[in-house]
Structures are given as structure tokens and as C-alpha cells.
């Protein structure tokens, strides 16, 4: 279905002439319709064609359009706004073309690891195409929900909550590239009713309730195995660091020094309490 253009001429013009067909209708009835049986016809068929005029004229606001439907035919798209006369007889469909927000509710939805998370998201569009609009489908604006939340399904089943690992994209730390995604989709969805997409966020995310603390925990886990990861990382290089700095300067470890000098080191610094130092004074012999 291609929108195209419908007739349309100045509503003003178009109302002149309605009205002076009214008028004429009316003089020819008074003057001559008491003697002239033509004169009688003549007027009502101008009467006929006035008021069938004024039925045609139509208003058109900004950012608004009108499809004009003669007799089951699609017979055109005003877009322009003001004040136009069209098809007589048609029948006008007026369409906004305004951009619009959709909110979607908060779905549940099980991510790509099977989690059940809860997600939600605002969908910015407008109609591009009337004529699809209006006779590809049968109410875009429902066809707009169903879809945006079908596709919102999609994509959130496509990804994991979170990767802790930093590898591949996750709904939490991949906003922008899921939103982008999400609008890709919603585009491809939502072309065969003349919408166009602007743009998709995410407003709402997180774990369903029955494992919210479960999960919860598990970062927690995992935040602390990652931290205590680069905390070892660390204190290996320092250890290394530090007793190639004493064999440099002359100081000589033999290996049980030396092993024992590295787990003093690694003690200090990897414990998440501050060690407490034991001097060695020598021996009483």
C-alpha cells in the first residue's frame, strides 16, 4: 500500500462556490419556480451541489494528515495543513502524525541463562505512511504495542543480565547497544504499518523477585573473587619486584630465605586485616 496525493483545493475557493450554488439554488426556487418547471430543477440541483460541497471541505491541523476514502477507494493523502475542499461524498480519515511515547509494562522475561528478570521500555515513533497506517493493519497503535513488547521479549532473552567477565554484551551494561537492538527490531516489525521508530530505551530492569537475593549474593561472590584476583595479581609483582631489588643491591637469600621472605610478603599484603609485625631479637644462646 503507497500513500499518494489526493485532490485537495482551497477550502476557502471551494466554499464560495458552495455558497453561491446555495444562493443561486434558492433564487432560481423564488423567482422562477413558480412558472418554470426547469428552473425548478435547476435549483434544486444547485442546492444538491452546494450543500455536497460544503460536505467536502475538510481542515487539516499541523503535523496531522487526512485519507480521503471515495466510495471503498483509497483515493489519496492530504498532508498539508489548512483549510482544503476534497472529494465529494468521501469519506476522510484523519491521522496524527505527531511524535508519540509508548510505555511498555513491566514484562518478566528469562534471559539467555534462563534468570528471570523483569524489564520494561519506552518506545519513541510516528506514522510515515498513512495509507499503511490505515489499511495495512488493522489499529497501528495496538499493532505498535503488541509488537514493541514481542520484540522486547526478543532481545532480552538474546542476552544475559549481567557478565561479570566483561565478554559480550548484557542488558545491564550494554544500555545503548541493547536499546539499539531493541530499535532495529522494532523498525523491522513496525515498517508494514508506516511507522518509523525514533528511538527505544530501557526503563526498567532487574531480577524477578524469587531470586533477587540469590543473586544478589552471587555478585557479591563474584565482585569479591575478582577483587581478590587483581589483589594477588598485584602482591606477585610486588613480591618479584621487590626481591630482585635486594639480590641487585648485594643482598644474598638463599632459597629458604627467599621462601619464606615471599610468604611474609604475600601474607601482608594479600590479608584484609592489617598484619601484625613479630620482631626477631636473636636467642638467649
Keep these: 500500500m503507497q500513500e499518494t496525493k489526493a485532490f485537495a483545493m482551497n477550502g476557502f475557493v471551494g466554499l464560495v462556490i458552495s455558497i453561491a450554488a446555495i444562493v443561486g439554488g434558492i433564487w432560481l426556487l423564488g423567482e422562477w419556480g413558480k412558472e418554470n418547471p426547469a428552473a425548478i430543477a435547476g435549483g434544486v440541483l444547485l442546492l444538491l451541489a ?8 475538510t481542515t487539516v491541523q499541523p503535523n496531522q494528515g487526512v485519507n480521503v476514502i471515495f466510495f471503498g477507494k483509497y483515493s489519496g493523502t492530504i498532508r498539508n495543513a489548512g483549510f482544503y475542499m476534497t472529494v465529494p461524498l468521501a469519506n476522510r480519515k484523519k491521522i496524527s502524525l505527531r511524535v508519540r511515547n509508548f510505555n511498555s509494562s513491566t514484562l518478566k522475561v528469562n ?9 520494561a521500555a519506552v518506545v519513541v515513533f510516528r506514522v510515515v505512511n498513512m495509507a499503511k497506517a490505515q489499511f495495512e493493519v488493522d489499529n497501528y497503535e495496538k499493532f505498535v504495542e503488541i509488537q514493541s513488547e514481542s520484540a522486547l521479549r526478543h532481545v532480552a532473552s538474546r542476552h544475559p543480565y549481567d557478565n561479570f567477565n566483561g565478554e559480550g554484551v548484557s542488558l545491564r551494561g550494554n544500555p545503548v547497544e541493547v536499546a539499539e537492538e531493541l530499535t532495529r527490531e522494532l523498525q523491522d516489525r513496525l515498517a508494514v504499518a508506516g511507522v518509523e521508530v525514533l528511538e527505544s530505551r530501557l526503563t526498567h530492569l532487574a531480577y524477578a523477585p524469587e531470586i533477587a537475593s540469590a543473586m544478589l549474593q552471587r555478585q557479591q561472590a563474584e565482585a569479591i573473587v575478582a577483587a581478590r584476583q587483581k589483589i594477588v595479581d598485584g602482591a606477585v609483582g610486588m613480591v618479584q619486584t621487590a626481591i630482585a631489588q635486594l639480590q641487585a643491591e648485594g643482598f644474598v637469600l638463599d632459597e629458604e630465605r627467599k621462601a619464606a621472605m615471599i610468604n611474609n610478603l604475600m601474607v601482608a599484603i594479600v590479608s584484609d586485616r592489617s598484619a601484625q609485625p613479630v620482631i626477631n631479637a636473636g636467642t638467649l644462646y
Design 50 to 57: 452546494g450543500l455536497i460541497f460544503l460536505m467536502s471541505l
Design 111 to 119: 534471559d539467555v541463562r534462563g534468570n528471570p528478570v523483569e524489564i
